[in-house]
């Protein structure tokens, strides 16, 4: 958040309003002012970026539960889950699927827990890794950026009275 440009060419702010309400209204303008990000606006910045990498993590963490979900009701049938857990009675069994295929109490207990490890080892090596972490701060910079030369237009098409 720090890296954003608040007062960068015309040209960079004309393109970002591109395909928006305000893109006429500025392909004319020279000059684009407006104040410096306030603390508001600068939690809000962060708070995106954050949700961005939360999201990425529960997307993760969901497909590897759904993977396991999934693999375990095809690869692991019931008499092998009743072996390794003891008798599988009616309430732990909540779907079947054939006779020999179950959505069981314990496959989904182990499935949550891979899933929200898998989660959890995407936002360790997110903040860990520096490539990564480059990466993704060069994708969320520029969405943010673009924000950023999007607000600089409308404060001063507001200034401008038009």
């Not at 910045?45 to 590897?64: D, E, H, P």
Request: charged share 20%.
């Amino acid at each position: 958040i720090a890296t954003l440009q608040q007062d960068g060419p015309a040209q960079e702010v004309r393109e970002a309003c591109r395909r928006t309400p305000l893109e006429d209204r500025v392909q004319e303008m020279e000059e684009f002012v407006g104040p410096a990000l306030g603390r508001p606006q600068r939690r809000n910045m962060l708070i995106s970026a954050l949700a961005t990498q939360v999201i990425q993590a529960a997307l993760i963490g969901t497909l590897v539960w759904l993977f396991f979900i999934v693999f375990g009701m095809l690869a692991i049938t019931l008499p092998v889950q009743s072996a390794w857990v003891g008798d599988l009675g009616t309430a732990d069994v909540f779907y079947t699927m054939g006779d020999d295929h179950v959505l069981s109490r314990a496959l989904i207990r182990v499935s949550t827990f891979l899933g929200a490890f898998a989660a959890f080892y995407t936002t360790i090596y997110a903040s860990s890794d520096p490539v990564y972490r480059a990466s993704f701060t060069e994708d969320a910079g520029a969405s943010l950026q673009k924000a950023v030369d999007v607000r600089r237009a409308y404060l001063t098409v507001k200034a401008s009275g038009d």
